[in-house]
């Protein structure tokens, strides 16, 4: 790929140990004044251990790096891959501030998590999860595998390459992309995305029909409840329970357990009555 052309021997070898040492920046946890700060340093290690030679310089860049950080996965490594070449330019320059790799690093955080949560959490994971869900309701074993793929190889190839384009493109790309107003359109529109897909999801897998009948005199054929829900509107019940669920977490504070305790105790009850 082009943004790797220019990259050399040691560059790729130092990127390909932070790739797999960026794992655990979303595992380390060190309270809530450091976060992610130590998967973050253990991340930066072979970036400070190539371009820094004594260990005041060494330990001055870890000392850096000991602030709070959380971004989302997959995304964070291009703010790992920015940090890393400003880091080199760090020790490269004498004049540069090195109150910047800091300054950008935390700047960067809100945007990328912005991005990535709306893609990875609010798309594709939804779209992966429908898949495999569809093909383990009708008998496939296959569906938790088609999730897991579905959702880790893009996960893992935007991984490794977001590192390799903040590292390529340095310290200007986050200026290049704010400076263009793309930051603010990509992330509308992996919200609008991500919204659909969740609409999707609840049309597709919330199901509700009733059992419920009226016997008309007269009439061989009884009057189905369920044909008079579905002409005022498909899905109208699964609709109503949904957003019901959603008005109980956000707005009462409802803990989810107890909805899903509700939801069983009402499913159970309304079979019971005949009513499902």
Excluded: C
Excluded at 37 to 49: D, E, F, Q, R, S
Excluded at 65 to 72: D, I, Q, Y
Excluded at 83 to 91: D, G, L, P, Q, T
């Amino acid at each position: 790929m082009k943004m790797t052309a220019d990259l050399t021997k040691d560059d790729k070898k130092m990127l390909r140990s932070m790739f797999w040492r960026s794992y655990t920046m979303n595992i380390s946890r060190t309270g809530a004044t450091q976060y992610h700060a130590l998967g973050v340093m253990y991340t930066l290690l072979p970036v400070i251990n190539r371009f820094y030679k004594t260990d005041e310089e060494k330990r001055e860049a870890l000392v850096r790096h000991t602030t709070w950080f959380n971004a989302t996965l997959h995304l964070n490594n291009l703010i790992m891959g920015i940090v890393a070449a400003m880091e080199r330019s760090n020790s490269e320059d004498e004049t540069f501030d090195a109150n910047t790799i800091t300054a950008v690093k935390a700047s960067m955080m809100g945007p990328i998590s912005g991005i990535g949560d709306s893609f990875f959490w609010g798309i594709l994971r939804v779209i992966a999860a429908g898949i495999g869900i569809s093909l383990a309701s009708s008998g496939s074993p296959l569906g938790a595998l088609v999730f897991l793929l579905l959702y880790n190889i893009p996960a893992m190839i935007v991984h490794y390459y977001a590192l390799v384009a903040g590292y390529s493109l340095g310290d200007n790309f986050i200026r290049q992309i704010y400076e263009s107003g793309m930051m603010n359109i990509v992330t509308k529109v992996s919200s609008m995305l991500g919204l659909l897909m969740v609409g999707s999801m609840t049309a597709s897998n919330v199901k509700f029909k009733t059992a419920l009948q009226v016997a008309v005199k007269g009439s061989k054929d009884p009057i189905m409840i369920q044909t008079y829900l579905d002409q005022l509107l498909i899905g109208l019940v699964p609709l109503s329970v949904t957003l019901l669920t959603f008005y109980l977490v956000k707005y009462k504070n409802v803990s989810i357990n107890w909805i899903m305790v509700g939801i069983i105790g009402l499913g159970v009850v309304l079979g019971l009555l005949g009513v499902v």
